[in-house]
């Protein structure tokens, strides 16, 4: 097989078995300078502070913003109405839907995860030299930026994305339960197995 870089496509070798002219993708050691070179000058945008315009795939406009306090950080699942949090669920829609109708006004302003960007630091990726211990990193130290989108929309559209969302959360947690179930059966098998 052979080995070639993914990037500018060199012949780098050969791998076993020999008579498969399949490739097998790899990297470069110049591309992979350029790659690290390319990521310590990646730019996120919107930059912390700044807002910029978006159009969804609905046509609705919204704004992306970067979450930087704890009380704007929201998660898959999360919508927020007015500056209140929610985590979507079938259980919680009532509660939403009395929250919704207490606001004034047609529409109201709802935000929601929209993507998170990770930049690495390409210091701490690269190969450390040998008589430098380990840098303990900060916990504090956050190397991803969650986005965050606002947008103005009528209140019976912001009801369905959480009807949306929490279809899609229930469903979630079903899997999660499922799939701790199965873990479950499992273990009780084996220990009738030991038994
Ligand atoms: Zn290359």
Same mark, same amino acid.
């Given at each position: 097989?052979?080995?070639?870089?993914?990037?500018?496509?060199?012949?780098?070798?050969?791998?076993?078995?020999?008579?498969?002219?399949?490739?097998?993708?790899?990297?470069?050691?110049? $591309?992979?300078?350029?790659?690290?070179?390319?990521?310590?000058?990646?730019?996120?945008?919107?930059?912390?502070?700044?807002?910029?315009? #978006?159009?969804?795939?609905?046509?609705?406009?919204?704004?992306?913003?970067?979450?930087?306090?704890?009380? +704007?950080?929201?998660?898959?699942? +999360?919508?927020?109405?007015?500056?209140?949090?929610?985590?979507?669920?079938?259980?919680?829609?009532?509660?939403?839907?009395?929250?919704?109708?207490?606001?004034?006004?047609?529409?109201?302003?709802?935000?929601?995860?929209?993507?998170?960007?990770?930049?690495?630091?390409?210091?701490?990726?690269?190969?450390?030299?040998?008589?430098?211990?380990?840098?303990?990193? +900060?916990?504090?130290?956050?190397?991803?930026?969650?986005?965050? $989108?606002?947008?103005?929309?009528?209140?019976?559209?912001?009801?369905?994305?959480?009807?949306?969302?929490?279809?899609?959360?229930?469903?979630?947690?079903?899997?999660?339960?499922?799939?701790?179930?199965?873990?479950?059966?499992? +273990?009780?098998?084996?220990? #009738?197995?030991?038994?």
């Amino acid at each position: 097989m052979k080995i070639v870089c993914s990037r500018c496509k060199i012949f780098l070798g050969e791998q076993e078995p020999f008579d498969n002219l399949a490739e097998i993708k790899a990297k470069c050691p110049s $591309c992979i300078v350029k790659e690290k070179e390319e990521a310590s000058r990646f730019i996120p945008k919107p930059l912390p502070g700044q807002k910029q315009e #978006i159009t969804l795939e609905n046509g609705l406009k919204g704004v992306l913003w970067v979450a930087q306090d704890k009380k +704007d950080k929201l998660f898959l699942g +999360d919508l927020a109405v007015s500056g209140k949090k929610f985590f979507c669920t079938k259980s919680g829609r009532d509660k939403f839907q009395e929250y919704l109708g207490s606001l004034k006004g047609e529409d109201a302003e709802v935000s929601f995860l929209h993507t998170v960007s990770i930049k690495l630091d390409p210091a701490q990726k690269g190969r450390r030299k040998k008589e430098n211990p380990p840098k303990v990193e +900060d916990p504090k130290k956050n190397h991803s930026i969650d986005y965050n $989108c606002t947008m103005r929309a009528p209140k019976y559209y912001v009801q369905l994305m959480f009807n949306d969302m929490a279809e899609r959360m229930d469903r979630v947690i079903e899997i999660l339960a499922e799939a701790s179930y199965e873990a479950y059966k499992k +273990d009780c098998q084996k220990t #009738i197995k030991a038994v």
